[in-house]
């Protein structure tokens, strides 16, 4: 009998054999893709085994971990201020994930990327648990504030300031806004939560500032001016040949200025002053489509930024007829634009024609609070000349001066901007918009610009203007980041 | 360990039988069972470091309970089957110690306490009732070794052990006694425990094919026909391999039990191999497994969704998740905890096998070794289960009787599948069934009964290795004796 019981200890071997060859398949070769497979609940509990590194607004953290009971996912994200700073760092939720700054440099918070590796290694071997980096924001905590507070008050609407001379951004509210801390858990209660907040007919969790795109209304006649002055055919103070009522090539329709303004045959300072849509129409498509769609993307239009969150495109139609593009050249027919893009519009004026990259995030820090990423200003383009935005700033500072924007007016402190009261809707039926730009300038350059739109408003029509709504807020977001100086 | 070295050669794998003189090799067994003892003591330490930062409080008790375990059945070997394998009893040692650590690790997660709370109402720690279950395990072993002199004494009870095997397999289809767990209708309950019969039908069962096939081996290897290179069996005496494979397909219809079916089936097989040598036996078993296996499958909706699950686990895992019923995520959590402890492991008490839930510390306690000692752990395991194996086989070898012989090539077949059939079926190798790793997983009759098969194989072994007693003077020799001046 001892030749079949040799064979069957054969057969017994394989059997282990088979098990072990099985078992190298599983646990070696197969062992990545177990490991990181998205259903594998290991990922999100590994994910938010030890406290999240931290968002950093000015030295301070703006965000926070907490420890949670009766799940096992052990840590979740908290926030100071929440709804004000929600724009920024988007949010990072057990239930629904991450999003913007919490989702982009989700490597560095959580201490997976790759850039932390060496450090990772080290408390590997020394036996420290793994911690996350923090992330330092450019942002002005002052200046975000002002923001935020001014927009509270006002309903729907968004604020970008940037400062022109680095792309820095300084500001970036939006309103209405969401607190992430509501739903950053796990529970039912969350999800329920995130569900509500994202069917909200007012979409608090829409990043108004990066994801909306507004007609820009009157605010676009300074493209238009920068593409006036580029052309060497426009002198700030010299008349403009253009009629008292200009009928738009092609049709029979007039362009109609607001009210009874002094716009006939007006300088492009005086017209800018007053907001005169005849002049500026009238320049766009005599300059034709293709300066203005020129000058337009010099300034980033019809690009998406990423700062590193993305922002939506803002758009210069590229396909338009001559009165299409008077329209759009004073920020109607389809011309869009996000808040950022107006906000690097004024950047670009204020920093003497040089439109710098805007960005908000300065550093990326290990735990230990070594610098694993700086970001260094970089030059996008130069939509004008230096003597050009010289002159162009000069014409915005007479809108403030003695014109529209009279509201921004800062004492002791050059303030340069324009107006926009956009109109839209069926028949221009809906509330129109109200923006205002700016940059504030001291005898150092000018160390911020930027742009605030007020979407809706409780106020009837005829108040909504970009100087009686808008121009305020800006005005305390420049005096924030001045006084921090 | 030079026993193992000379059974590896084939020359010399008879050495041991009659050797006049064989070491007893118990003070092999008993430096063996020292590290069988010590390696689970530390890592039941490690267990509690990782989970709580300290030892566990009950390392002193638990270890010395193990140590006096190992103590008493090393002690009891030693005085009634002094040659007996020196490798059994440690083998059998590391693998009980090894997982009563992991049942203890088990009862730590919170995620099972709180699947307990809602299932039963309240958590009870498995591992006190595993180590009592170990102890009357070994009592039971000791108990064998005591009263059982010689197994050949257990021949004459071949046929009371048949009707008792087949009441064993039938008790979980009596109404009220059997229990339906997770879809396999293998268990009974008595007075407040969960048995299940199979574990202890494998023993008896073996004894009665042992038995009968020893005495029937002649007719059913010799009165065979020739027929295209395979002797075929004449019709009656193909009867006994026809109820058994009948009472098998009875299990897997009724109990639903594919692993329990196989083990049956395929230790007959091996048995009847052994007893006749021919080879025919072999292609027959195989054939009749297969037609029984597709058979029952094709009317069977357990055996398809098994098979179901098998194939597509994330399929089965997502629809689970769905919460529609019959479906298990185990699988696929198995295959995870598997693949995220790769090749080295997450270290005991840092993985989270628990995800697996209900049967994590049985059915799937090769998960939770898969994960935390990783690829080379697990491997260790394995190569365990197949030196058991090896050893039962070796016995069965060098056992002078047939009986013996066909016991212990019967009881290590059969050991040798069922540990293919579970780890396998954990694994992901083969459709999953209902029955647990010998010694490793928690459950009363899984560890009592292999217990008891491990001191059959004991007391084989120590009948196979003991020197033939010296041929007793007798006067006649004396007087007969040649006396050369």
């Not at chain 2, 039963?120 to 002199?149: C, E, N």
Request: proline fraction near 5%; include cysteine; aromatic fraction near 8%.
């Amino acid at each position: 009998m001892n030749k079949p019981l040799r064979r069957i200890a054969i057969f017994c071997g394989l059997l282990v054999l088979a098990l072990l060859l099985r078992d190298n398949w599983i646990q070696y070769v197969k062992a990545d893709s177990l490991q990181s497979d998205k259903n594998n609940r290991r990922v999100i509990i590994e994910r938010y085994s030890q406290p999240r590194g931290n968002i950093i607004v000015d030295g301070k953290a703006i965000t926070g971990s907490k420890k949670t009971t009766g799940t096992d996912l052990k840590y979740k994200r908290t926030w100071k201020d929440g709804p004000m700073w929600a724009p920024v760092t988007g949010y990072s939720s057990q239930v629904v994930g991450a999003t913007q700054l919490e989702s982009i440099d989700d490597g560095i918070l959580t201490g997976n990327d790759d850039r932390l590796f060496f450090r990772r290694t080290i408390d590997m071997i020394t036996g420290k648990k793994k911690q996350g980096g923090n992330v330092v924001t450019t942002l002005n905590a002052a200046a975000q504030k002002a923001a935020y507070d001014g927009l509270k008050n006002r309903g729907k609407g968004a604020v970008v300031a940037i400062e022109p001379s680095t792309g820095k951004i300084l500001a970036l509210a939006s309103t209405p806004s969401y607190d992430p801390s509501v739903f950053a858990g796990n529970s039912t209660t969350d999800s329920n939560t995130f569900v509500k907040l994202d069917k909200d007919k007012d979409q608090p969790l829409l990043n108004r500032a990066l994801r909306q795109t507004y007609p820009p209304g009157s605010t676009f006649k300074l493209v238009t001016a920068s593409a006036a002055l580029e052309s060497g055919k426009y002198e700030p103070d010299q008349h403009t040949e253009t009629p008292k009522r200009w009928i738009m090539p092609g049709t029979s329709r007039p362009l109609n200025n607001e009210g009874n303004i002094p716009c006939e045959n007006a300088t492009l300072r005086v017209a800018l002053q007053w907001s005169c849509n005849t002049v500026y129409g009238k320049i766009g498509a005599d300059l034709g489509k293709d300066a203005m769609l020129k000058e337009a993307e010099k300034f980033g239009f019809n690009k998406e930024q990423f700062v590193p969150v993305r922002s939506s495109a803002s758009r210069f139609d590229t396909d338009m007829n001559a009165s299409q593009t008077a329209m759009s050249s004073i920020g109607q027919y389809d011309t869009a634009a996000t808040p950022l893009q107006m906000a690097m519009v004024a950047s670009a004026i204020a920093n003497d024609g040089t439109l710098m990259q805007p960005y908000m995030v300065d550093e990326l820090q290990s735990s230990t609070l070594d610098t694993v990423q700086k970001t260094e200003p970089k030059e996008l383009s130069r939509p004008l000349s230096k003597e050009n935005a010289q002159k162009l700033q000069s014409m915005m500072e007479t809108v403030v001066e003695k014109g529209t924007g009279t509201n921004a007016k800062i004492p002791g402190v050059t303030v340069g901007g324009k107006t926009g009261t956009a109109q839209h809707g069926v028949d221009n039926s809906g509330k129109p918009y109200a923006w205002f730009v700016s940059y504030a300038k001291t005898s150092s350059g000018s160390p911020v610009a930027v742009a605030v739109v007020v979407e809706d408003s409780d106020a009837n029509r005829g108040d909504i203007s970009g100087g009686g709504l808008a121009a305020p807020i800006a005005k305390n977001v420049m005096q924030a980041v001045l006084n921090s100086k | 360990m030079s026993s193992m070295s000379s059974s590896s050669s084939s020359a010399t794998h008879t050495s041991t039988i009659g050797a006049i003189g064989a070491p007893s090799r118990r003070n092999t067994e008993l430096a063996l069972l020292v590290f069988a003892v010590v390696i689970p003591v530390f890592a039941y330490a490690n267990v509690g470091l990782a989970i709580d930062g300290k030892l566990p409080a009950g390392l002193l008790g638990y270890g010395l309970g193990l140590g006096l375990l190992a103590g008493v059945a090393h002690v009891v070997v030693r005085r009634f089957a002094a040659y007996a394998d020196p490798l059994l009893l440690p083998l059998a040692t590391l693998l009980n110690g090894l997982g009563l650590v992991v049942i203890w690790r088990l009862d730590q997660s919170d995620h099972l306490q709180r699947l307990a709370k809602l299932q039963y109402g309240a958590f009870h720690p498995d591992a006190p009732k595993q180590l009592l279950y170990s102890a009357i395990g070994i009592a039971l072993f000791v108990g064998v070794l005591m009263l059982l002199k010689d197994h050949r004494i257990l021949q004459r009870y071949t046929y009371i052990s048949m009707m008792g095997a087949l009441v064993l397999l039938l008790l979980p289809l009596v109404p009220g006694l059997g229990m339906n767990v997770f879809g396999a209708r293998i268990w009974i309950h008595v007075g407040g425990f969960s048995i299940q019969p199979g574990e202890f039908a494998k023993i008896v069962l073996a004894i009665f094919f042992a038995g009968y096939l020893m005495v029937k081996r002649d007719a059913l290897a010799l009165a065979s026909r020739r027929f295209m290179g395979l002797y075929l069996p004449r019709g009656r005496d193909l009867g006994p391999i026809i109820v058994v494979w009948a009472i098998s397909i009875l299990i897997l219809v009724f109990e639903t039990d594919l692993g329990t079916s196989l083990l049956f089936f395929g230790m007959f097989v091996v048995m009847l191999y052994v007893a006749t040598e021919r080879t025919s036996w072999i292609v027959f078993g195989l054939l009749m497994s297969a037609v029984g296996a597709v058979g029952v499958a094709s009317f069977e909706t357990h055996v398809q969704s098994r098979v179901q699950a098998w194939l597509n686990p994330m399929h089965e895992y997502l629809l689970s998740r769905k919460g529609i019923g019959g479906h298990s995520e185990q699988a696929m959590q198995a295959l995870w905890a598997f693949g995220s402890g790769g090749t080295l492991g997450t270290g005991l008490g840092q993985g989270h096998s628990d995800l697996i839930g209900f049967a994590a510390n049985s059915d799937f306690i090769l998960a939770t070794y898969g994960e935390e000692l990783g690829l080379a752990g697990l491997m260790a395991i394995l190569v365990i289960y197949g030196l058991i194996v090896q050893r039962g086989l070796r016995t069965a070898l060098a056992t002078r009787d047939p009986f013996g012989k066909l016991l212990a090539g019967g009881l290590s077949g059969a050991f040798a599948i069922q540990v293919f059939v579970v780890a396998g079926g954990v694994m992901g190798l083969i459709p999953l069934t209902g029955m647990t790793m010998p010694f490793l997983a928690y459950g009363g009759s899984s560890v009592i009964a292999n217990w008891a098969l491990l001191a059959i194989l004991i007391r084989i072994s120590d009948t196979a290795r003991r020197p033939a007693p010296a041929p007793a003077p007798t006067p006649d020799a004396e007087m007969t004796q040649v006396v050369r001046p």
